[in-house]
């Protein structure tokens, strides 16, 4: 009996928009049919459990061959029947065709995941398919389908000794690639590399009269029983690291895994590794393969788990997770949000684990771990809620506390006089070493906060604990860093401050992008006699903005250090002195002629506040520009003679140099003129 007929779908231009949009794709043909082989090998020996199959299994292996141009999927599962050839090929089940393939018509994975069309996506490959098929049922008539990329098809009773499904697939010139040894050995690997089912391609091979050739025993190219579906207490620790080299032949060990095995209230297998990441959050990304029934589908698993938890690597299996016929595009759903937070508590629960029975173990990995618990911190609520408890601060003793210990550690000591408690921390041990000692000479604790997202997380802190405060240890003097009093009065008059400020200010190298000023401290004559201080706000923000595109206008504002003066140091009193006595002479006129015109401008400006701006007459104007404009001249004069005086007094450049090289901006011309000055001042 033979029979013609179109296949049960409206619209004739299925086969055109499956070619055409899904060809960015069309390599999955492979893993749906062998999908398919899989489905049909397990139900038959489903049927035989029950009772339903009463013949031999004998040996179940879906064997994939080449010949000529065409390509071979058969399997020895429960094959079909002429009835299930026309209701499972012939009838794409949905109503509304026409309306459903202009819906679709720009997303054809969409309408195949939607409407499990995964046999039809070999049609992105051939022009031609066969199906030769015979039922398991007793009696059963084999039959023989074939269709060439178009709606009509024809179905006969063909000959077939053996049950189950033989799939020919006639390979169109366009991808004969798809014929070729070591491309389809590349994609079984991919995404049958650890099917239920044993898959056979070709012969395994020996060497023999000086070349390799094929043996009589199949190449079985899968593991039917990955460590994932095995149950824990059958593994031992090389079983699971074994596993791992296995996924990631290159990567250092894990730190230690997670064996996933959920029954209800969904279906979930798996084993997830803690990777050793010190930096560079992306390039771990993406190293969690999904499987639906040992079948691969993607390592794109954002849908299916927490952000954060995309660094971790391993293995995820679920048939519960609902996806489309290409097996890449995850939808969400209940279920994926179920077993999201299932995996974060999981992920959890072991961290706490492992922190509780072996903290020594633990701190020892923590820098491996640092990255990974802080953006889960930074990223999921209840995560952060969690991760307070096993969360690590290390100070520059490289002691570990917990974020509650530390607290009660600096409580007392480090909380300033407004109650807010003060953390203070490094980003540099070697590049701050100076100000760090003072803070220990303080008696406080720093903090090292070396880390990509330490920076965010110090913002999260401030944000959760109340009345907490990270600053930097270069922030400022360690006195104002944590303020317990009322700082000391500078005894400097207002023309001393400004003459240091122009002498000091004068003397500053150009650095690309950067701007400094001059503060004064009376911080005791036995303290430093400079110090270099930054924004604990702007370079915050600059370092946030590294990493967030949205903030990327900080990175463009130019650093600002200020740099403070001690008055009680003798150097700086001697400068202020040497300046005074040598600059007398000529600034004497200037700074009496200064005084005047200021009095002359501070006068028009009293007299016009108190008119309307249409009240003053160009007279007026005239008269507080030219002011203006002398005043500015006398600056210049006093600016010009002050800055001769720092160029030709040593001492005003050594001191800020040596500021500049405690924080490592003196480089080039600058550091081999400070080297040059030192030798003198030396000798």
Not at 459 to 488: N, Y
């Amino acid at each position: 009996m033979e029979t013609k007929g179109t296949i049960g779908v409206t619209s004739e231009n299925i086969f055109p928009v499956i070619k055409k949009f899904l060809y960015s794709d069309h390599e999955i043909f492979l893993r749906e049919l062998l999908s398919n082989a899989m489905d049909a090998t397990q139900k038959l020996k489903t049927l035989a459990s029950v009772g339903e199959f009463k013949g031999e299994l004998g040996d179940l292996t879906v064997r994939i061959k080449v010949d000529g141009n065409k390509l071979i999927i058969s399997d020895r599962g429960i094959g079909m029947t002429a009835e299930e050839i026309d209701r499972y090929i012939n009838q794409i089940a949905f109503s509304g065709a026409e309306e459903f393939m202009e819906k679709y018509k720009n997303d054809v994975a969409a309408m195949i995941g939607h409407f499990g069309l995964g046999f039809y996506s070999s049609f992105m490959v051939a022009g031609k398919v066969e199906i030769v098929t015979r039922s398991c049922r007793e009696g059963a008539v084999p039959m023989k389908w074939s269709c060439e990329g178009t709606p009509a098809f024809e179905l006969a009773e063909t000959e077939k000794a053996d049950r189950g499904t033989d799939i020919i697939l006639h390979i169109d010139d366009e991808n004969r690639e798809f014929l070729e040894k070591q491309r389809i050995t590349s994609l079984l690997t991919k995404y049958c590399r650890y099917l239920p089912v044993p898959i056979a391609f070709g012969k395994k091979q020996e060497w023999k009269d000086g070349k390799y050739v094929d043996t009589e025993e199949d190449l079985v190219i899968n593991e039917t029983l990955p460590a994932w579906v095995r149950k824990p207490g059958e593994l031992k620790e090389e079983d699971y690291l074994e596993f791992y080299r296995e996924l990631y032949p290159m990567s250092d060990e894990p730190l230690f895994w997670i064996h996933l095995n959920v029954d209800y209230p969904f279906h979930l297998t798996g084993i997830l590794y803690f990777p050793r990441i010190k930096n560079n959050l992306d390039i771990h990304r993406n190293k969690i393969q999904l499987y639906c029934n040992q079948v691969f589908v993607t390592d794109s698993v954002e849908g299916i788990v927490p952000e954060f938890l995309t660094l971790l690597h391993g293995v995820l299996d679920s048939p519960d997770i609902p996806l489309n016929v290409s097996r890449s595009y995850l939808q969400s759903d209940q279920n994926v949000k179920k077993i999201s937070t299932h995996i974060t508590k999981k992920v959890a629960d072991r961290l706490e684990e492992i922190f509780k029975s072996d903290r020594p173990q633990y701190e020892k990995k923590w820098d491996s771990l640092k990255l990974f618990i802080q953006y889960g911190m930074l990223s999921e609520e209840k995560f952060y809620d969690r991760a307070v408890k096993f969360a690590l601060l290390k100070d520059t003793d490289g002691t570990y506390f917990t974020l509650d210990e530390y607290r009660k550690l600096t409580g007392e000591n480090q909380t300033d006089r407004e109650g807010t408690l003060v953390y203070l921390y490094t980003t540099s041990m070697n590049d701050q070493y100076s100000y760090i000692q003072a803070a220990r000479d303080k008696g406080y604790s720093v903090l090292v906060m070396d880390g990509q997202l330490d920076v965010h997380l110090i913002g999260q802190l401030e944000q959760k604990q109340e009345k907490t405060r990270f600053v930097r240890v270069d922030g400022d003097t360690i006195d104002k860093l944590i303020r317990k009093a009322d700082s000391q009065t500078v005894q400097l008059t207002g023309e001393q401050q400004t003459a240091l400020q122009e002498i000091f200010r004068s003397q500053f190298p150009a650095i690309e992008k950067t701007e400094f000023n001059v503060a004064f401290e009376a911080q005791g004559a036995q303290a430093n006699p400079v110090m270099l201080t930054q924004s604990e706000y702007m370079r915050r923000m600059r370092d946030m903005s590294s990493m967030q595109p949205g903030m990327s206008f900080y990175g463009d504002i130019p650093d600002s250090y200020s740099l403070v003066l001690n008055t009680d140091h003798p150097l700086v009193k001697n400068v202020l002195a040497d300046e005074e006595k040598a600059c007398a002479e000529q600034l004497q006129p200037i700074l009496a002629d200064m005084k005047g015109w200021e009095a002359r401008q501070s006068d028009l400006r009293e007299t016009q506040n108190k008119k309307k701006p249409d009240e003053i007459t160009p007279a007026e104007k005239d008269d507080m520009t030219e002011t203006s404009k002398k005043l500015d001249e006398l600056r210049e004069q006093r600016n010009t003679i002050l800055s001769g005086y720092a160029t030709g007094n040593p001492v005003v450049g050594q001191l800020i140099d040596l500021a500049l090289l405690g924080n490592g901006l003196l480089k080039g011309e600058s550091l081999s003129r400070f080297i040059r000055r030192s030798v003198e001042l030396i000798q």
